[in-house]
């Protein structure tokens, strides 16, 4: 019964989705304000049917309702009930709908968050949020239906893929859709503004907020899953560039150029088209992700049930909506003008060059992700992509992103004196250039590396800039209570943020070059009882021990580590065998320091007591995930500045109980 | 008009890119080519599954077009297949011949007895070895073989109508009438 009220109440969220997708469009086109005024109880209407049909899948997975195929596919009585809930997305089905489910609060958020836009832009925002809505529950409810029943009813499910149960990974998903979905909503805006020809500051003051939201969650998202993988999968790598990262990480370049030339547009007026075009590729590019893993199109190490049905079906949402939205912008692009002009040497010079760095390496890595595709399409047989290309890519392009990022903040809008930008940069060129070739040398580890100097060189460079534009802006504030005022000041979270995740990038930096540069591992056969020296480490394995899980079996390596003769870290690395789906899993053993790792994974027995072990010293690797974090929080911070809360002053005060229309019609 | 052009290449750029993205629902990237194809085919010598005392080798199947088929009774797939295999012997004119891959001997023949036999004779692989030379990894599997002993085709997993029709049977007409 109650499976049946989640398809149906599903089947309503599509009706809700086709008036607010008509409707109020068609309204704000013609002018009426019943039909505009339809989008708001729309939204809400819809997003009641789904979170109501999300809420019978959840409540089939706790009651172990193997009647439906869904449950019974991935479900087990077994399952501890935190992962009993997070199967819910475990699979194509269910994602699906949690996909579903997180446009819809996208859509009642931007419904409820919207009192201060007219009430035409409201709608038309809505509207087109709607037309995604309709695809993808058309998609669940004609190809992915999650509430199909299955008769006979198995008498115990078929259990959980065991990587996904784990922590990580029930969280990874929903915030990584957040962000895709939440590009839906810069992307809403963009069609709505090319749909009225207004694309102006305040369309960019109103994206702006969003996006950086959206944007923070998919930084979260992937910093999650690139721990998952690091700490999960036991061969202590933390980034595959697989497809179905790469369709993560291509949103987030795109919407990391978005939310610089949004600030552009919104300050300065200028790059319209650019920043409508990239709002658009930002979408794009989660959709685009979607089929790439949804279709199985290209090989991944992401096992997603592949089908090719679904796969034309997203295909043909995707040109109808990609395709559509790009038609829609080369009509109405050519009138929009060209905006504010500025100088060879200026701050919008600068962000444009980044822009078009980030959006050179989506391209590539585009290319990289779709040539196996490409390939084999034109004949030309099988290829794969890997390692070598993408980081060769990523060496060549990061010093010149970094470069423009110490000096763009410190640049002046409009026109920006170059001896003046030398003067400042001065400092920063010095101690850069410095630690380089400190680090460079072999005078903190064995051999030259160039890499860390570069590493060293550019993070310095960063952090200095950094420093330099703060000390500038607060030249005239004095001592601690100067800069906690200009702090709270309104338009100070766009500043720092940016200084706080531009700083994440200088850590991120010193992480992912250090860990590859210096990083030890060695796979070993070793003995109960035996010791092993590994990057000045003392490691003696003592032997594995069988017990017991929830719902597996393992074999528990126990491994002391010493240094200099004192215990540095005792590790418990394991290897589970889960009972339903046999697949073994490993569960590495990791002592975590802010300044390196130790990694140690358990292989396979190999008799007589012996096991082969894989050990890792992985210096500065949380730095990576630490500088993902710096970089989201910088993003709050620029998402929660008190301008985007507060009213814009010329504003009168709207009286309880005005209609909105009217309210809204002095707006902007 | 060369300045409306502009913005009409991204629209270009993503009409490309779907036209590739529809091409590739229709491969399957999990697709290795053999590759065995093009090559002669390895040597074999096994004992013949109903006869433990006879032989039988690649010399049995050179000088003439022939199929050989990887099959086993404890695969599923194969159990499918053994129709396809029936009417193939019917209507490709040539002689299939089957290699009994890590079977048991007498279950082997109760199921030729029970399902038909379209095999001239069966080559018995309980070890494996010879399925390894010919680079199997999973039953069911066939290889075309030409009348010079190159191997022409492999289709990896159960044959199908479509795949007798529109791949198998053509082919088998066209090397018949080679050389």
Same mark, same amino acid.
């Given at each position: 019964?109650?499976?049946?009220?989640?398809?149906?109440?599903?089947?309503?969220?599509?009706?809700? #989705?086709?008036?607010?997708?008509?409707?109020?469009?068609?309204?704000?086109?013609?002018?009426?304000?019943?039909?505009?005024?339809?989008?708001?109880?729309?939204?809400?209407?819809?997003?009641?049917?789904?979170?109501?049909?999300?809420?019978?899948?959840?409540?089939?997975?706790?009651?172990?309702?193997?009647?439906?195929?869904?449950?019974?596919?991935?479900?087990?009585?077994?399952?501890?009930?935190?992962?009993?809930?997070?199967?819910?997305?475990?699979?194509?089905? +269910?994602?699906?709908?949690?996909?579903?489910?997180?446009?819809?609060?996208?859509?009642?958020?931007?419904?409820?968050?919207?009192?201060?836009?007219?009430?035409?832009?409201?709608?038309?925002?809505?509207?087109?949020?709607?037309?995604?809505?309709?695809?993808?529950?058309?998609?669940?409810?004609?190809?992915?239906? /999650? $509430?199909?029943? &299955?008769?006979?009813?198995?008498?115990?499910?078929?259990?959980?893929?065991?990587?996904?149960?784990?922590?990580?990974?029930?969280?990874?998903?929903?915030?990584?859709?957040?962000?895709?979905?939440?590009?839906?909503?810069?992307?809403?805006?963009?069609?709505?503004?090319?749909?009225?020809?207004?694309?102006?500051?305040?369309?960019?003051?109103?994206?702006?907020?969003?996006?950086?939201?959206?944007?923070?969650?998919?930084?979260?998202?992937?910093?999650?899953?690139?721990?998952? #993988?690091?700490?999960?999968?036991?061969?202590?790598?933390?980034?595959?560039?697989? /497809?179905?990262?790469?369709?993560? $990480?291509?949103?987030?370049?795109?919407?990391?150029?978005?939310?610089?030339?949004?600030?552009?547009?919104?300050?300065?007026?200028? $790059?319209?088209?650019?920043?409508?075009?990239?709002?658009?590729?930002?979408?794009?590019?989660?959709?685009?992700?979607?089929?790439?893993?949804?279709?199985?199109?290209?090989?991944?190490?992401?096992?997603?049930?592949?089908?090719?049905?679904?796969?034309?079906?997203?295909?043909?949402?995707?040109?109808?909506?990609?395709?559509?939205?790009?038609?829609?912008?080369?009509? &109405?692009?050519?009138?929009?003008?060209?905006?504010?002009?500025?100088?060879?040497?200026?701050?919008?010079?600068?962000?444009?060059?980044?822009?078009?760095?980030?959006?050179?390496?989506?391209?590539?890595?585009?290319?990289?992700?779709?040539? /196996?595709?490409?390939?084999?399409?034109? +004949?030309?047989?099988?290829?794969?992509?890997?390692?070598?290309?993408?980081?060769?890519?990523?060496?060549?392009?990061?010093?010149?992103?970094?470069?423009?990022?110490?000096?763009?903040?410190?640049?002046?809008?409009? &026109?920006?004196?170059?001896?003046?930008?030398?003067?400042?940069?001065?400092?920063?060129?010095?101690?850069?250039?410095?630690?380089?070739?400190?680090?460079?040398?072999?005078?903190?580890?064995?051999?030259?590396?160039?890499?860390?100097?570069?590493?060293?060189?550019?993070?310095?460079?960063?952090?200095?800039?950094?420093?330099?534009?703060?000390?500038?802006?607060?030249?005239?504030?004095?001592?601690?209570?100067? $800069?906690?005022?200009?702090?709270?000041?309104?338009?100070?979270?766009?500043?720092?943020?940016?200084?706080? #995740?531009?700083?994440?990038? #200088?850590?991120?930096?010193?992480?992912?070059?250090?860990?590859?540069?210096?990083?030890?591992?060695?796979?070993?056969?070793?003995?109960?009882?035996?010791?092993?020296?590994?990057?000045?480490?003392?490691?003696?394995?003592? +032997?594995?021990?069988?017990?017991? +899980?929830?719902?597996?079996?393992?074999?528990?390596?126990?491994?002391?580590?010493?240094?200099?003769?004192?215990?540095?870290?005792?590790?418990?690395?394991?290897?589970?065998?889960?009972?339903?789906?046999?697949?073994?899993?490993?569960?590495?053993?990791?002592?975590?320091?802010?300044?390196?790792?130790?990694?140690?994974?358990?292989?396979?027995?190999?008799?007589?007591?012996?096991?082969?072990? &894989?050990?890792?010293?992985?210096?500065?690797?949380?730095?990576?995930?630490?500088?993902?974090?710096?970089?989201?929080?910088?993003?709050?911070?620029?998402?929660?500045?008190?301008?985007?809360?507060?009213?814009?002053?010329?504003?009168?005060?709207?009286?309880?109980?005005?209609?909105?229309?009217?309210?809204?019609?002095?707006?902007? | 008009?060369?300045?409306?052009?502009?913005?009409?290449?991204?629209?270009?750029?993503?009409?490309?890119?779907?036209?590739?993205?529809?091409?590739?629902?229709?491969?399957?990237?999990?697709?290795?080519?053999?590759?065995?194809?093009?090559?002669?085919?390895?040597?074999?010598?096994?004992?013949? *599954?109903?006869?433990?005392?006879?032989?039988?080798?690649?010399?049995? *199947?050179?000088?003439?077009?022939?199929? *050989?088929?990887?099959?086993?009774?404890?695969?599923?797939?194969?159990?499918?297949?053994?129709?396809?295999?029936?009417? *193939?012997?019917?209507?490709?004119?040539?002689?299939?011949?089957?290699?009994?891959?890590?079977?048991?001997?007498?279950?082997?023949?109760?199921?030729?007895?029970?399902?038909?036999?379209?095999?001239?004779?069966?080559?018995?692989?309980?070890?494996?070895?010879?399925?390894?030379?010919?680079?199997?990894?999973?039953?069911?599997?066939?290889?075309?073989?030409?009348?010079?002993?190159?191997?022409?085709?492999?289709?990896?997993?159960?044959?199908?109508?479509?795949?007798?029709?529109?791949?198998?049977?053509?082919?088998?007409?066209?090397?018949?009438?080679?050389?």
């Amino acid at each position: 019964m109650i499976p049946e009220l989640g398809n149906f109440a599903l089947i309503l969220a599509l009706c809700m #989705a086709l008036v607010l997708s008509t409707l109020p469009m068609i309204g704000s086109l013609n002018n009426t304000p019943g039909w505009m005024a339809l989008a708001r109880p729309a939204a809400w209407g819809q997003f009641f049917f789904v979170a109501l049909s999300f809420a019978c899948l959840v409540q089939a997975f706790l009651t172990n309702d193997f009647s439906v195929h869904y449950v019974a596919t991935h479900g087990n009585t077994r399952l501890p009930t935190i992962y009993k809930i997070s199967a819910v997305w475990g699979a194509h089905e +269910g994602s699906l709908l949690l996909w579903v489910l997180i446009l819809s609060g996208w859509t009642v958020a931007v419904s409820r968050l919207s009192r201060n836009l007219p009430i035409t832009v409201v709608s038309r925002v809505l509207a087109v949020m709607g037309l995604v809505a309709i695809g993808f529950i058309s998609f669940l409810l004609f190809t992915s239906n /999650p $509430f199909e029943r &299955r008769f006979p009813v198995p008498l115990e499910g078929g259990d959980l893929n065991p990587l996904l149960q784990d922590f990580g990974l029930a969280v990874h998903p929903p915030m990584l859709y957040m962000g895709y979905v939440g590009m839906s909503v810069a992307f809403s805006f963009a069609i709505a503004a090319l749909v009225g020809g207004k694309l102006d500051a305040a369309w960019a003051r109103w994206s702006r907020p969003w996006t950086t939201v959206a944007w923070v969650f998919l930084t979260i998202g992937i910093c999650l899953g690139s721990w998952w #993988a690091y700490y999960e999968l036991g061969w202590g790598g933390w980034w595959f560039w697989d /497809p179905v990262e790469n369709a993560s $990480f291509m949103p987030w370049l795109a919407g990391t150029a978005l939310l610089h030339s949004l600030a552009v547009t919104e300050k300065r007026g200028a $790059f319209k088209r650019w920043t409508v075009l990239l709002a658009l590729l930002a979408f794009s590019l989660s959709l685009l992700g979607t089929f790439l893993v949804r279709s199985g199109v290209l090989t991944s190490v992401h096992a997603f049930a592949s089908d090719p049905a679904r796969g034309l079906f997203i295909l043909i949402f995707l040109c109808l909506v990609i395709g559509g939205s790009l038609t829609l912008y080369a009509w &109405r692009a050519p009138a929009v003008s060209s905006g504010g002009r500025f100088d060879l040497l200026s701050r919008e010079t600068l962000l444009l060059c980044n822009n078009v760095l980030l959006v050179v390496i989506t391209a590539f890595i585009l290319l990289g992700t779709l040539a /196996p595709l490409v390939y084999d399409a034109l +004949g030309w047989g099988k290829i794969s992509v890997g390692f070598p290309w993408f980081t060769t890519m990523f060496v060549i392009f990061t010093p010149f992103l970094v470069l423009f990022m110490g000096m763009g903040p410190l640049a002046r809008w409009k &026109r920006q004196d170059p001896g003046d930008l030398a003067r400042q940069l001065r400092l920063a060129l010095i101690l850069s250039v410095g630690t380089g070739i400190l680090l460079a040398l072999p005078l903190l580890h064995t051999g030259v590396s160039l890499p860390a100097g570069l590493a060293g060189a550019l993070s310095v460079w960063l952090v200095t800039s950094l420093f330099q534009s703060l000390r500038q802006r607060l030249r005239n504030r004095r001592g601690l209570s100067g $800069f906690l005022r200009d702090f709270r000041a309104r338009g100070s979270g766009s500043y720092y943020g940016m200084l706080v #995740a531009h700083f994440g990038v #200088a850590v991120f930096i010193i992480g992912i070059t250090f860990v590859t540069q210096f990083g030890v591992e060695k796979d070993v056969r070793l003995s109960p009882g035996q010791t092993l020296e590994l990057a000045g480490r003392e490691f003696r394995f003592d +032997g594995v021990e069988a017990t017991q +899980g929830p719902n597996y079996r393992a074999d528990r390596g126990t491994v002391h580590v010493y240094r200099d003769g004192a215990e540095v870290a005792l590790l418990k690395p394991e290897k589970r065998t889960y009972l339903v789906q046999t697949k073994p899993m490993t569960e590495a053993g990791i002592d975590a320091g802010f300044t390196r790792d130790i990694y140690v994974s358990l292989g396979e027995a190999l008799g007589g007591g012996d096991w082969s072990l &894989r050990l890792y010293y992985k210096p500065f690797v949380r730095w990576i995930w630490l500088g993902g974090i710096i970089i989201a929080i910088g993003g709050l911070l620029a998402a929660t500045d008190r301008r985007y809360r507060m009213k814009l002053p010329s504003r009168k005060p709207v009286a309880a109980g005005t209609p909105r229309k009217l309210a809204t019609a002095k707006g902007s | 008009m060369a300045r409306y052009l502009r913005y009409l290449a991204p629209l270009a750029i993503f009409i490309v890119l779907a036209v590739f993205l529809y091409r590739g629902l229709s491969l399957d990237p999990k697709v290795v080519p053999s590759p065995l194809v093009g090559k002669p085919m390895p040597a074999f010598t096994l004992t013949r *599954l109903k006869d433990p005392d006879a032989s039988i080798s690649d010399a049995d *199947l050179r000088g003439k077009v022939s199929i *050989l088929n990887v099959w086993a009774t404890w695969c599923v797939s194969c159990r499918a297949e053994h129709e396809m295999l029936l009417v *193939l012997a019917e209507k490709g004119k040539t002689g299939i011949y089957g290699l009994n891959y890590k079977d048991e001997r007498a279950p082997a023949q109760q199921w030729l007895r029970q399902l038909g036999d379209p095999y001239v004779a069966n080559a018995f692989d309980d070890t494996g070895r010879v399925g390894i030379d010919w680079g199997v990894y999973g039953a069911p599997e066939t290889f075309i073989i030409d009348k010079h002993g190159i191997i022409r085709h492999k289709h990896i997993g159960p044959l199908t109508e479509e795949s007798l029709n529109e791949e198998i049977l053509p082919l088998l007409a066209r090397l018949q009438a080679a050389p």
